[in-house]
């Protein structure tokens, strides 16, 4: 009989047992990580993410308005209009815009400038600009999902 | 009376076969063979029967037939694990009752948590104790691994059950997390938007590296947990089904097998008794036949227990265990209920999606974190829970001394490490922290610094990184990788006590420092 050192080849029976073995393993991780697909949401619910602000004359230049449901301010500053998102980059809360201007989260402590920029605290970036555009009807319209650059304004 | 009369008529009165009388006979002693059907043995009062008690009952069958005397002692256990599946079993008990009214609905959670709490009979007090043993429980599952630690029961054969447990901890976490969720009360909203983000904080570090375009981990992650960007009512219907059932169900699943391990790994950890140098050989039959599982114990070849070396000092484990586990049962309980009867359960407003609480705190147990995460959201709410999970996870495998099972500490000289290095701990991390509170951190220093640069040197790595050092340096001078598993496991649970309480009391609106709650600004 072989020893342990020296096994026998592997019997043909055995082969077929360990690859109906690995196969039904290989199968199973397979169909686990296709499960997974399911509730990696393909469509968002928030995918209409385009909310209308009203008539773009509403924001005056030099102004800056608070539309809290929005969670955004809209500036009307030299260059034009831009929409500045109040989530807070670090974990989601909303910042507050101080009397000083500046922005404070409640939630760690962050503090933005008046345009946004990072002063203190754990955010790791500038609050958000958010897109701004014209409706066909002539009203200003905010994507809320569609980040831009902070230097975009739009000229009204 | 032997097994064996019980199958038999009683002979006393013995009444014509057949007929009436027989069937009248039959049915008078119908609660007597139901009795003897269930319970196959004679009252359990020899060391075979106690045996044949547990043995042979399906529910009592988590016991050995036989349990060291050292296994029953207080101080082996203090009974931290039992406590920790009493209260999950409590759990779930009143989690169905809270079920049947509970709506997972945005519209309706809130008013339903609401009408469990002033319509639905008792359902206040059960809400309380599902509150209140849920944090109990997340509560004793810490001090259960710490005993576990302590007690160097991790060792061999036990590594993988460590594994196991280590499951369980992270499962009554994720149980306690998505729980939170449910009430849909500003609590709830904002403690579950910011751990969501912390799900998303992978991009902190992918920004960074400017790779988020293509790999972005953190987004998946959050889409995963919320199916949306928002806490909305996908994310509550996740949590839901998470909570009540996946959670819950894989509990089960792995604390059966958290129980068998134990057995299977020859009972519970217990200071070795000199061991003769070559064990008298064992053979099945030598073995009392009292039961079929010592039998079929003795041929099962490797670590499992050392059958027949230790006998002499064991008991049965009826009936002085199973009174153990039920006066552990009944304290847990009245525990829970008095607190349950005495405290209610917070519920705040309405969850509010554009005013956040301020200040808002995770639950007790999150809030070390969320200190840590006020530095960085990824090292504190990702990248230090990992390396800290994985780290626990490897201590049975990196400390591999084989001595002193079931001795705390190690005896004395680890006791010696684990008061210096809670004092050293409470130390660096006070220290640490009025550092931060008084002078800031980098980006107060330098607003222009690369986030990378903080992500990497933060309050909270540098005190991983010096807990780190210090237990090298423990095992360098002590030459003993025990000790500097005990420097390094203390430096942790006592920097997380403080951590905890720090932001429980000192931090208020806005994340700022406070002496004391009473002094928050009021609005
Ligand atoms: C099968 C087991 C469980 C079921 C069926 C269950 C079910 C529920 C239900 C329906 C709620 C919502 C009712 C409410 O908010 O008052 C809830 C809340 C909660 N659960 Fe559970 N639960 C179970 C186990 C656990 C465990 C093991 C933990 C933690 C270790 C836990 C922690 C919580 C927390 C913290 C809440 C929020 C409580 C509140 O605000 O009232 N649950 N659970
Ligand atoms: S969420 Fe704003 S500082 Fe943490």
């Known amino acids: ?156 | 009376m032997t097994p064996l009369d019980t199958q038999s008529a009683p002979a006393s009165e013995a009444p014509r076969p057949g007929g009436m009388s027989t069937f009248l006979a039959n049915l008078l002693d119908v609660p007597r063979s139901l009795y003897d059907s269930i319970v196959r043995h004679g009252p359990p009062t020899s060391d075979r029967t106690k045996s044949q008690t547990v043995v042979s009952n399906f529910f009592l069958h988590v016991l050995p037939a036989h349990i060291h005397v050292d296994s029953l002692k207080f101080w082996a256990t203090c009974g931290l694990g039992i406590v920790t599946g009493v209260l999950f079993g409590l759990l779930c008990v009143t989690g169905i009752l809270l079920m049947v009214y509970y709506k997972p609905s945005v519209a309706e959670a809130y008013d339903s948590v609401k009408d469990i709490v002033f319509v639905v009979p008792t359902g206040r007090f059960m809400r309380n104790i599902h509150r209140w043993a849920a944090h109990a429980m997340v509560a004793f599952v810490i001090l259960h691994m710490a005993r576990v630690f302590y007690t160097s029961a991790y060792k061999a054969p036990r590594q993988f059950n460590w594994l196991i447990g280590m499951v369980l901890f992270v499962l009554t976490l994720g149980m306690s997390f998505t729980g939170y969720l449910l009430p849909w009360d500003q609590l709830a909203y904002w403690a579950i938007t910011i751990g969501a983000n912390i799900a998303q904080s992978p991009r902190e570090l992918t920004d960074a590296l400017g790779v988020t375009s293509w790999l972005d981990v953190g987004g998946m992650q959050k889409e995963l947990l919320l199916g949306a960007h928002y806490v909305g009512q996908e994310a509550l219907i996740r949590f839901y089904v998470l909570h009540v059932m996946v959670l819950p169900l894989a509990t089960c699943i792995v604390l059966g097998a958290h129980m068998w391990r134990v057995r299977k790994d020859g009972g519970l950890a217990r200071p070795e008794k000199p061991v003769p140098a070559v064990p008298p050989p064992v053979s099945v039959k030598e073995l009392p036949a009292s039961t079929r599982s010592w039998g079929l114990m003795a041929v099962v070849k490797g670590q499992s227990p050392h059958v027949g070396a230790e006998m002499e000092d064991t008991v049965p484990a009826y009936p002085g265990a199973l009174y153990a586990i039920a006066a552990l049962s009944m304290l847990t309980v009245a525990a829970s209920l008095v607190l349950g009867y005495l405290f209610d359960a917070p519920l705040k407003e309405l969850a509010a999606p554009t005013v956040p609480e301020n200040p808002a705190k995770a639950p007790w147990y999150f809030l070390g974190l969320q200190e840590l995460v006020s530095y960085s959201a990824f090292m504190g709410g990702v990248g230090i829970p990992g390396i800290v999970v994985l780290g626990l996870g490897l201590i049975p495998y990196l400390d591999r001394e084989r001595e002193d099972a079931g001795v705390w500490f190690s005896g004395r000289r680890g006791r010696t490490v684990a008061v210096a290095s809670a004092l050293f701990a409470v130390a660096w991390t006070v220290l640490q922290l009025w550092f931060t509170v008084r002078f800031g951190w980098l980006r107060n220093w330098y607003p222009e610094i690369p986030q990378l640069a903080i992500t990497i040197l933060n309050p909270g790595t540098v005190i991983v990184a010096v807990f780190a050092l210090w237990s090298i340096a423990t095992v360098q001078l002590t030459r003993s990788t025990r000790l500097g598993a005990i420097a390094l496991f203390t430096c942790f649970l006592v920097s997380f006590a403080i951590l905890t309480y720090f932001a429980t009391v000192h931090r208020g609106p806005n994340w700022d420092f406070y002496w004391w709650p009473s002094m928050w600004p009021r609005h």
């Open chain 1, 1 to 156: 009989m072989p020893g342990r050192l020296e096994p026998e080849p592997i019997p043909r029976r055995d082969f077929l047992g360990l690859a109906a073995v690995w196969s039904a393993v290989a199968a199973f991780f397979a169909a686990a990580i296709g499960s997974l697909r399911l509730p990696m949401p393909a469509v968002f619910p928030e995918s209409n993410s385009k909310v209308k602000l009203g008539p773009p004359d509403a924001f005056r230049p030099g102004t800056q308005t608070h539309l809290p449901e929005q969670k955004l301010w809209v500036v009307h500053d030299e260059g034009g209009l831009y929409a500045l998102s109040t989530v807070c980059t670090h974990l989601g809360c909303i910042a507050g815009k101080e009397k000083s201007g500046e922005f404070r989260c409640p939630c760690h402590g962050s503090v933005f400038s008046k345009e946004g920029k990072v002063l203190g605290g754990p955010a790791p970036k500038a609050l958000g600009r958010l897109a701004l555009s014209l409706a066909p009807d002539g009203q200003l319209v905010c994507d809320t999902m569609t980040a831009v650059d902070p230097a975009t304004r739009l000229k009204v």
